[in-house]
């Protein structure tokens, strides 16, 4: 039997012992996979330093081995996001609507699980916690398959939270982890549509174009983020270096940081040699336009291809606009529809960006980086969905279920 079918019937049989679990039960389990994880962080440590020394063995780039590493704050963080998840409204069983029919009929819309998600994702082990955590919260049985870059720190996780499954007298398989990370094992898993009800690919505009080609399952579009911010002709310039100092260099190698910084033409050799000073420590790698080229001291120029590149590094693309509605349609044109931002203290402008921008989070005088589950006050996250249907931004418990009704009546027909 195919790898794949033995984890989808164990996932099915999963699935049906989940129904009905009570919002106790669900939340005592999530507090002990929390406490678990703390009390084996040595032992998920050793694991993922395996990973990371790999990692640099094949020269990987280090703002993507950052995204691998896990030390004793993040596994916190992970411990967190569980104990968070814990304390939210259970999302399922409730009352999205309810009305009397004038047939004389009860009907009620009610939130219920999504039954059996399947997660693809690239390094982050984090998001091993964060995806098993939000879809047990919300009824679901997930099935984990990771990058072969971090698999030893996935094997660790995983293993601590099945333990916390176990001792609660939890089916187990209610969070698998595909250990195989072979391409085939991926294409199998996009084509399981006999198991897997959902399928969310979480990592590089490769992976996500891969998934949307191939799955025959429902696929939510998460992820890639080609993240913009526009410095509008009068701005607070402290909010403007700030901004960019944080959107871009905090965490280059995560989603929601920034990718190419547009700058009115008005302002653009105020406001640029300044922040080439307050980037040029981090080494952020500068790619120009022609205009912006000649205010810089260390820039090389853009080619084409820098507007539409999420660089994930120390680089950032640098445009001169003449106008709000010249940056607004760059970002509608090249932008991946997750995080974009405006630095203005123009009240019009600020209402034409937010109306006029078509992307999940809309950002006025803050920094992007806050697009994040645990930002929103979500918890964890199973990844930013950056597309329209269904569930758009960051993706807490709510966003992973479905809904169906129920009508009651005494003996109507039609």
Not at 207 to 214: C, D, F, G, H, R
Not at 222 to 239: A, M, P, Q, S, V
Not at 278 to 299: G, T
Not at 349 to 354: L, R, S, T
């Amino acid at each position: 039997m195919p790898y794949i079918d033995e984890l989808g019937i164990r996932a099915q049989k999963a699935k049906e012992e989940l129904i009905g679990i009570d919002t106790d039960k669900k939340n005592n389990a999530l507090k002990l996979m929390a406490e678990l994880l703390i009390k084996n962080s040595k032992a998920i440590l050793d694991a993922n330093n395996k990973d990371v020394v790999a990692a640099r063995i094949k020269n990987t780039k280090e703002s993507l081995v950052d995204r691998l590493i896990l030390n004793t704050a993040r596994i916190e963080g992970m411990a967190n996001g569980l104990l968070e998840a814990s304390m939210f409204t259970d999302p399922i069983g409730k009352i999205l609507y309810e009305k009397d029919m004038p047939q004389g009929m009860k009907l009620k819309k009610i939130s219920v699980p999504m039954g059996v998600i399947g997660i693809i994702y690239e390094s982050r082990p984090n998001v091993t916690a964060d995806a098993a955590g939000l879809c047990f919260k919300a009824g679901s049985v997930v099935i984990l398959r990771g990058g072969s870059d971090a698999i030893n720190s996935n094997k660790a996780i995983v293993k601590v939270l099945r333990d916390a499954l176990g001792m609660l007298g939890i089916n187990m398989d209610s969070i698998q982890l595909i250990e195989d990370t072979s391409r085939d094992t991926a294409t199998q898993m996009m084509k399981a549509d006999n198991y897997i009800d959902l399928l969310i690919p979480r990592g590089g505009a490769d992976l996500i174009a891969s998934v949307i080609k191939n799955a025959t399952i429902p696929v939510i579009e998460t992820g890639t983020g080609n993240c913009h911010l526009y410095i509008d002709r009068i701005f607070n310039e402290k909010y403007a270096i700030d901004i960019v100092l944080n959107a871009k260099c905090s965490r280059p190698g995560v989603c929601n940081a920034i990718e190419t910084l547009l700058v009115h033409k008005d302002v653009y050799t105020q406001i640029l040699p300044r922040i080439e000073t307050v980037l040029s420590p981090y080494n952020v790698q500068l790619r120009a336009c022609e205009r912006s080229i000649k205010v810089l001291k260390n820039a090389i120029p853009a080619v084409q291809d820098d507007w539409v590149t999420e660089f994930l590094d120390y680089i950032l693309a640098v445009k001169v606009v003449d106008s709000i509605d010249e940056a607004i349609r760059h970002i509608n044109k090249y932008g991946t529809k997750h995080s974009e931002g405006i630095i203005t203290d123009i009240a019009e402008n600020k209402k034409k960006f937010q109306e006029m921008i078509d992307a999940a989070c809309v950002y006025i005088n803050t920094s992007t980086r806050f697009t994040d589950g645990g930002e929103f006050g979500l918890g964890a996250e199973i990844g930013i969905s950056t597309q329209k249907l269904h569930a758009r931004g960051p993706m807490g418990a709510n966003e992973i279920t479905t809904y169906k009704y129920i009508i009651e009546g005494n003996g109507q027909i039609r």
